[in-house]
């Protein structure tokens, strides 16, 4: 065996995980190779500090920021999957919306098919698109002289100057001029 | 741009394209109860209408869809208001309506400069009581110029109460 593959297979050489017969290579390596003699020695010595080595318990304040830390993060993680997901869903959903609209909207532009027809009496009426409109049909003629209705209000504005009459907004010094 | 913000937008969008689509459910789903609770007289009238609506231009139906807007965003006292105004609008006679119409000219031939200064000065007067506002139309120009016929007609139009 080489000695990178000797030097990789000491801490199972030393937890006695081996075949026999490989020990007994790793053993016979070690009486004539120096390098990896070496190496050996420093894994021997590292491993008993460890033994030596004393437990300590963090103090309580660092422990705390290292759960909370960690939380926080497990945190972060969530709130980067379930945002875009949510916000996908979101973009399905709105699509879907939006598609059913322009749908029905396609649906109300088309011509009279014949079978929505709102009964036999009135072949020419389309039910759907009636419906659709009612809340304008209901009052129609009103609401085609709103416009005119509004505007009743500004002819007694009209032949008006800007400063004279009822115009709250003008300054002391009109006031006083007129 | 930051992810977040980019997030908030595109929610915004959908929330604001899904609102459009449920408003327009909610109207439709309010207009079939309301169709079905009229009466067969109450259907041929809207039937009519509907066949007029139909055969008319789009631009006047645009403008009726406009106007229809527009009443909505008014006030309830507003609406009222102008509910009103119509009633009083439509008992007049033919030549009365034709005066009126023939006055509205003059505020479509504004300039727009004009006409925007004059809505403005209409919205500062509005709040004033009836009695204020009938002592501030006998004061003006426009009532001046008016004959004692036009001025019974505009009085019943502008301070339907008074």
New interface residues.
């Given amino acids: 065996m080489e000695c990178k593959t000797i030097q990789e297979m000491l801490p199972a050489y030393h937890d006695r995980e081996l075949k026999e017969a490989v020990l007994r290579e790793i053993e016979e390596h070690l009486t004539v190779c120096e390098s990896c003699r070496k190496v050996n020695v420093t894994l021997m010595e590292t491993w008993h500090l460890l033994t030596v080595w004393e437990d300590c318990e963090p103090p309580q304040r660092i422990a705390t920021m290292i759960v909370s830390g960690i939380a926080e993060q497990r945190k972060i993680r969530w709130v980067k999957i379930v945002?875009?997901v949510a916000?996908g869903l979101?973009?399905v959903?709105?699509l879907t919306?939006?598609f059913?609209?322009l749908q029905?909207e396609e649906h109300m532009q088309m011509p009279l098919p014949a079978q929505v027809h709102?009964s036999t009496e009135?072949p020419?009426?389309n039910e759907d698109?009636?419906?659709?409109?009612?809340?304008?049909?209901?009052d129609?003629e009103?609401?085609?002289?709103?416009?005119?209705?509004?505007?009743?209000?500004?002819?007694?504005?009209?032949?008006?100057p800007?400063h004279i009459?009822?115009?709250?907004?003008r300054s002391s010094l009109d006031m006083i001029l007129t | 741009m930051n992810r977040n913000v980019l997030i908030a937008l595109i929610c915004s969008f959908v929330l604001l394209q899904g609102g459009y689509v449920l408003a327009d459910d909610a109207m439709i789903r309010r207009n079939k109860l309301v169709w079905e609770s009229l009466s067969p007289e109450e259907k041929s009238r809207i039937i009519q209408n509907y066949r007029e609506w139909r055969s008319s231009p789009p631009q006047k139906q645009e403008r009726i869809r406009r106007n229809y807007e527009t009443f909505n965003e008014l006030s309830p006292e507003e609406r009222q208001k102008l509910r009103e105004r119509y009633r009083n609008y439509k008992s007049l006679a033919p030549a009365g309506r034709e005066k009126v119409k023939e006055r509205l000219h003059r505020v479509d031939s504004l300039p727009p400069e004009h006409r925007v200064e004059i809505e403005k000065r209409y919205i500062r007067n509005r709040e004033e009581s009836a009695n204020e506002r009938m002592k501030h139309l006998q004061q003006s120009r426009f009532w001046k110029h008016l004959s004692e016929e036009e001025r019974e007609v505009f009085k019943k139009l502008l301070i339907p109460n008074n």
């Fill in positions: 945002l875009p916000a979101l973009i959903i709105g919306f939006r059913a609209g029905n709102l009135h020419d009426v698109e009636l419906i659709a409109d009612l809340h304008i049909l209901e129609e009103f609401f085609d002289t709103v416009e005119e209705l509004v505007k009743i209000d500004y002819l007694p504005l009209v032949d008006e800007k009459g009822r115009d709250k907004q």
